[in-house]
């Protein structure tokens, strides 16, 4: 299954410039998503991070991760209408640097789940080489 982002902003609760998945490439829900970040010089973090040499924030491409396993998380039918709570992330490693110019290529596969509680691996890549890595810890609750 694919996504547009019309599709997405129908499960995920953000909105620009908080959105960061432009599209979901393949979601088998509740198991795995694939989704793209097209990063470019118009994102309103570079204004400050950094001036003369932009970087995206590792915290959003930890977000972006997350977003993309909350897409399939709650593209199950007894998720739809739930939200996804960002709940912690362990083993968090930053390889490279993105930045403006950069389609960050990421991947949740969804490990576990005890109760409302979930829990995910995810790796996001540009050019095929790893940027980020995380286990990710969610919360799905009710709004």
Not at 80 to 98: E, H, N, S, T
Not at 105 to 110: F, P
């Amino acid at each position: 299954m694919e996504l547009n982002i019309q599709e997405i902003m129908k499960i995920l609760p953000h909105r620009p410039p908080f959105l960061l998945v432009d599209r979901i490439t393949q979601c088998e829900p509740g198991q795995m998503a694939c989704g793209i970040k097209a990063v470019t010089m118009n994102e309103p973090f570079f204004t400050g991070h950094f001036p003369g040499n932009p970087i995206m924030p590792g915290v959003l491409i930890l977000e972006a991760m997350a977003q993309v396993g909350a897409v399939a998380a709650l593209s199950l039918p007894d998720n739809q209408g739930k939200l996804a709570i960002f709940g912690g992330a362990k083993q968090v490693r930053f390889r490279q640097p993105v930045v403006p110019g950069d389609t960050l290529e990421m991947t949740c596969e969804l490990v576990a789940q005890r109760g409302p509680v979930g829990f995910g691996k995810a790796v996001a890549k540009v050019g095929g080489k790893v940027a980020a890595q995380a286990e990710l810890t969610f919360v799905l609750q009710a709004p």
